[in-house]
């Protein structure tokens, strides 16, 4: 079936470097994606998202990379930082009819360490 | 800013009860959603709520799960007759669809034992 996964499941950086966290998805139809941070017992956050249409987008601090021909994403973390440590999910938002459901992959753990 | 509500933030129930699980989505959204995480594993999706039917469910929303906007404000899911895997983290989520874009929101959960 389809399905979106992570590479890694977790990641460890020094505060003050660059993070980098990659997802792989199977559904060449999707055509939304989005990362999530979610942090301990909490709901998952929006951080960032990619249409199809597009290869990169930045927010502050933080740059979707979207390449199609490999089904691949990254969220990249600039100047990671103490409160960036959580759970980050790649999730890819699937057309059903009118429904548009997410699917969210296995997640990565980031740690950022002092 | 806006925010997904959701109470209680724990509940606790004997396998065979009901539980009802309360959503407060953003004011102005027009779609709503439940996706329920077991601990440790990843989020799922259950079903999706808009013009005051489901869109869509996924294979956990069987028959004893059911969603109701019973007001202008609230969205609640129903579990008729809980069992012990439906323990889990649920999660509202509520999104306005515009620009060909859903951003869905989610709220901060209730965590849902079920003894």
């Known amino acids: 079936g389809e399905s979106v996964g992570l590479h890694l499941p977790t990641l460890s950086v020094q505060e003050g470097d660059n993070s980098i966290i990659n997802c792989a998805y199977s559904n060449s139809a999707s055509d939304y994606f989005i990362w999530y941070k979610q942090e301990s017992g909490k709901g998952p956050q929006f951080i960032i998202d990619i249409r199809s249409n597009m290869d990169k987008r930045q927010g502050q601090r933080v740059t979707v990379l979207l390449n199609k021909t490999v089904k691949h994403l990254s969220l990249q973390i600039a100047a990671t930082q103490p409160g960036d440590s959580a759970v980050y999910f790649c999730a890819e938002n699937t057309i059903s009819g009118s429904a548009r459901q997410l699917t969210f992959g296995s997640g990565t753990q980031l740690t950022v360490l002092p | 800013e806006p925010e997904v509500t959701q109470t209680p933030s724990h509940q606790v129930t004997q396998m065979g009860q009901e539980v009802i699980l309360r959503c407060v989505p953003i004011?102005?959204?027009?779609?709503f959603y439940w996706y329920r995480q077991i601990l440790g594993q990843k989020v799922e999706f259950l079903v999706s709520f808009y013009n005051n039917e489901i869109s869509e469910k996924s294979e956990i929303f069987d028959d004893q799960f059911s969603v109701e906007r019973p007001d202008g404000s609230n969205f609640t899911l129903k579990i008729r007759s809980t069992k012990l895997e439906d323990s889990a983290m649920y999660f509202c989520?509520?999104?306005?669809?515009?620009?060909?874009?859903?951003?869905?929101?989610f709220g901060p959960g209730t965590r849902l034992t079920v003894l």
């Open positions: 004011s102005n959204h027009l779609y």
């Open positions: 989520a509520s999104s306005l669809w515009e620009g060909g874009t859903d951003t869905q929101y």
